[in-house]
């Protein structure tokens, strides 16, 4: 279905490997070592699935409570990670600061800073969780515009909550730009709920495109900003910078 997708519509669409939070993990996994994981990924990468070769270990998940099997499979996607050179995509519960641990498995494990992304950074921009992981020199991913709901405090818990606007999130870029953090920030719209998508009252998949550029032109972000931002960082976190 990826490769139909990616023939008819002209997109580049690439494949991820590993496994995604706790919940969703199958009970095979807990039998396997993190050598077993790590070579699953790496089939996966190096020989494909039914043809198609998946080019980014992740959206690795992380859950609100970080378990130790989660933990596993991070650990694993460092070792597929040196065996590969694919970068590691990240997915963090959006209103958690887990992201500074999985940095610092994965940066332990001996990945370098350029090839991790950790995203959902932007529910509620807290800044010093932001600053502090692009110190540690991995890519942030703000991934959540088109996302500015108001969550009832009923439904809160630890690990959701409220949304900040898309106008928060395009503020906040800009002044990570102006901190001289641009090559680290990668921009996205996570679609993963029905209201997201056009048919069900959202924006769609090309909002960041068509809404949030002149949003962020308007906030005084350059053309050149921007292709840096959408094109140049994923491909270099992807691919691996030219030295």
Not at 103 to 128: C, F, T, Y
Request: hydrophobic residues 40%; aromatic residues 8%; charged residues 30%.
């Amino acid at each position: 279905m990826l490769k139909r997708i990616s023939e008819e519509t002209g997109i580049n669409v690439i494949m991820g490997t590993g496994f995604y939070v706790d919940s969703t993990h199958p009970a095979a996994l807990a039998e396997m070592s993190e050598n077993d994981i790590a070579e699953m990924m790496c089939r996966e990468i190096n020989e494909g699935v039914d043809g198609v070769k998946a080019g980014v270990i992740g959206e690795i998940g992380i859950s609100e409570i970080f378990s130790e099997a989660e933990r596993r499979v991070l650990r694993a996607s460092a070792i597929a990670h040196k065996k590969t050179g694919a970068g590691v995509l990240v997915h963090i519960n959006p209103w958690t600061e887990n992201g500074r641990e999985a940095a610092k498995i994965l940066l332990d494990g001996g990945v370098s800073p350029e090839r991790i992304a950790i995203s959902h950074i932007d529910v509620e921009n807290r800044e010093e969780y932001i600053f502090d992981l692009l110190d540690k020199g991995v890519y942030v991913e703000f991934d959540n515009f088109g996302k500015e709901y108001y969550v009832e405090a009923e439904a809160r818990r630890d690990g959701y909550g409220c949304f900040v606007s898309d106008v928060e999130r395009v503020k906040l870029v800009k002044k990570l730009i102006d901190k001289g953090y641009i090559n680290q920030l990668l921009l996205s719209c996570d679609v993963c709920l029905k209201t997201l998508l056009r048919t069900y009252g959202g924006w769609g998949y090309d909002h960041v495109l068509l809404n949030i550029v002149p949003m962020m032109k308007e906030e005084g972000i350059t053309d050149e900003m921007i292709e840096t931002m959408l094109v140049k960082n994923p491909a270099d976190f992807l691919c691996g910078k030219e030295v």
